[in-house]
């Protein structure tokens, strides 16, 4: 009986599967004719030499991501594709003339915006910045500032140089492979390449002196392109990509191509994350348990004492290590949702321009509808009223994207991870600024009276930008804390001292104040007067921790009922102090 049930299961999954084959076919038959290709051929054009992406294989055959997408679009529309793989400085003429239907990599640029119809983004390519080894690091494109840079020619990377200036030092390669090439031949300083491409030149190339010394530093979406007019392919490639993504296929071919990359690079972080976790605890209990022995050989009462204290400092340790891998966790997210709104803002930016020039030519057609027959009715008001505020609208539309992406910027270098002993000469007005945007909304909602006031002409200080800025936002956000209603305010300065061989931020609330018991106490680890309310006692003790590490030191005076001061002096830059 068991068999019998086993055989008739099977056998009803198999009539079940080929009733969905034979069902299936009929209507991908019906999307190919919906959209004017049954028994037709489309052809897409890609980059003989763009790996993973899309390439010519060892044996000349059409592979990578963008082909095997692009197949999966053909074979839930029911329609034959056909590949055609070339230089990408020849794409433009293909698709223009007609040789190829479409173009299945193709950035969102103003370029191909006005030559072509795009489908949504299927893919977005980050950028990385390379090096030989030995060529001193950058994080930045705005760092590539008089350096001679290898870039493809009419890229996204090239527009953006160009707006910043570099034009005049750019050298230009129209492959990866030939721009990390001329890089490793000593042909300029830093190349510009499209992050997963330029890895795999380097490991297929055995480039072994050609480094990423920046990831990420720009990034692009791609989409398919079709020439305009040509509805049908663009519907056809739009609905097919749809399909491909509803049925989880799309992820499937982002794992075969891009998985085994993103899962090495897991496995080192987490690696590297486990083995802190777990040494660091171990360490400190090899270390309690040494002293404990040797405590074995002193009186009875030292022996307790040591043991007590030994106990309470793994304690303490234990719980910074929560709150460091908590922090941690949070920095990572920050970054990543950092990353995702650069994005779509990244395109708001992209497209302004083109709406000003849409805006203008507009204009210029409403206003001679407007002179021919006089006013009429536009946007929910007349044409008179709303005529002069549509360049304003515009513009504020780029001033937001403008903040938004200073306001990403600002998070994404707060979460960084900088080396402790990454020390430079900076300002810490700067510094200061940077800390008050990050906290601006903590700012907004604690007071109406906000006072911020950077001395020019400072002398700069030495140390590490982030780890200063992490203190300004402790100190922040203190003040923030402290104040019982809105109307009342924070004031901040940065000043000389008096003798010029040091920099001081003075950091001054009109709130509750601190009660003279605790002034000396406010810098012990897990001291706090906020527990009820969630705090920790690990911000000023973190924040004295860190400016003791760079030579500075930080001041407390408050009266009960009044407000409360904290000044932070760190020395000058050695260049700077007289």
């Known amino acids: 009986m068991t068999t019998g049930r ?23 038959s019906a999307r190919a004719e919906e959209n004017g290709f049954a028994g037709r051929t489309l052809v897409i054009g890609g980059d003989r030499n763009y790996p993973p992406y899309e390439y010519l294989d060892a044996n000349g055959q ?8 692009s197949k999966a ?55 990385a910045i390379f090096a030989r080894k030995g060529t001193p690091a950058v994080s930045s494109l705005e760092e590539l500032a008089g350096r001679k840079v290898i870039v493809h020619p009419g890229g996204s990377v090239n527009d953006i140089l160009d707006g910043l200036g570099f034009e005049k030092d750019l050298v230009f390669s129209r492959t990866p492979v030939g721009g990390l090439r ?69 992820q499937e071919l982002r794992r075969k191509w891009f998985g085994v990359m993103d899962s090495q690079a897991l496995s080192a972080g987490m690696a590297l994350k486990y083995a802190a976790v777990v040494l660091g605890p171990l360490l400190l209990l090899l270390g309690g348990a040494a002293l404990w022995t040797r405590s074995l050989k002193k009186q009875v009462d030292q022996r307790t004492r040591s043991l ?17 891998d908590k922090m941690a966790a949070l920095g990572v997210l920050v970054s990543g949702v950092a990353h995702e709104i650069n994005n779509p803002n990244g395109l708001i930016l992209l497209n302004v321009p083109i709406l000003k020039k849409l805006n203008a030519e507009a204009r210029r057609v409403l206003d001679d509808v407007y002179e021919e027959k006089g006013d009429f009715p536009l946007g929910g008001g007349s044409y008179s009223r709303i005529r002069d505020k549509l360049p304003r609208i515009v513009e504020v539309v780029e001033e937001s994207a403008q903040r938004i992406r200073r306001i990403v910027d600002d998070l994404r270098d707060f979460s960084r991870v900088a080396p402790a002993a990454d020390h430079r000469a900076f300002d810490l007005g700067e510094v200061v600024e940077k800390a008050t945007r990050l906290v ?6 604690s007071t109406e009276k906000f006072r911020l ?54 950091v001054a609330d009109e709130g509750v104040g601190i009660a003279p018991e605790d002034l000396p106490r406010l810098t012990d680890p897990f001291f706090t007067t906020k527990r009820a309310s969630g705090g920790t006692g690990l911000g000023l003790s973190v924040s004295a921790g860190i400016v003791k590490e760079h030579g500075g030191s930080l001041e407390f005076a408050s009266e009960p009922g009044k407000g409360a001061t904290v000044r932070l002096i760190l020395p000058a830059a050695p260049e700077a102090a007289p």
């Open 6 to 28: 086993v055989g008739g299961g099977f056998l009803f999954r198999a009539a079940a599967l080929l009733l969905a084959v034979l069902l299936a076919g009929p209507a991908v």
């Open 308 to 324: 007590s204290d030994a106990l309470e400092q793994l304690r303490q340790n234990q719980q910074q290590l929560v709150q460091a």
């Open 73 to 127: 679009v053909g074979e839930a529309m029911g329609v034959t594709i056909r590949f055609v793989l070339m230089d990408w400085s020849q794409l433009h003429e293909a698709l223009a003339s007609g040789a190829v239907d479409a173009l299945q990599r193709t950035p969102y640029s103003n370029l191909w915006l006005r030559e072509a119809e795009l489908t949504p983004p299927h893919t977005t390519i980050n950028h």
């Open 182 to 250: 001329r890089l490793a031949a000593g042909v300029g300083d830093y190349a510009v390449v499209a992050m997963l491409p330029g890895l795999f030149v380097i490991e297929q190339e055995g480039l072994d002196d050609i480094r990423v010394v920046a990831k990420s530093v720009t990034t692009q979406p791609y989409g398919f392109a079709v020439r305009h007019g040509d509805d049908a392919a663009l519907s056809l490639l739009n609905e097919g990509l749809a399909l491909v993504k509803q049925s989880g296929r799309y």
């Open 440 to 445: 601006g909304s903590s700012i907004s909602k």
């Open 453 to 506: 006031e950077t001395a020019p002409g400072l002398p700069k200080v030495w140390g590490n930008p982030s780890r200063i800025e992490q203190v300004a936002v402790n100190l922040l956000l203190n003040a923030c804390q402290a104040l019982p209603s809105p109307d009342r305010g924070i004031a901040v300065s940065t000043a000389a001292a008096p003798d010029g061989k040091a920099v001081v931020l003075t």
């Open 62 to 69: 059409p592979a990578g991501f963008n082909v095997d997408l």
